[in-house]
């Protein structure tokens, strides 16, 4: 440690590189799994048909998020009796 540097306080918030890197990278798997499991549950699937209803049908109105839903679930209990 240099003599000009002053020494750091108990419970100073500097954290070394090391640990902003480890922070980093606990924050990118978090993230990730954020992400796989939106995906996974179907969370996404509103956003995804957005974007696509956005980029080919500009003039079409697009549905709002809980129609959407609805015809979701109406699609995916069809043909079912319970």
Known sequence: MPQNTPPRQPGSPALSGRA?????????AVGWCRWY????????????YARHARTHCPGQ??????????QRMERR??????
């Not at 890197?21 to 606990?26: D, K, P, S």
């Open 37 to 48: 499991l939106r995906e996974v549950t179907g969370e996404n699937a509103y956003t995804h």
């Open 20 to 28: 902003r890197r480890l922070l980093r990278r606990f924050g990118r």
């Open 61 to 70: 109105q697009m549905l709002s998020h809980r129609e959407f839903e609805r």
């Open 77 to 82: 209990t069809e043909g079912r009796c319970c």
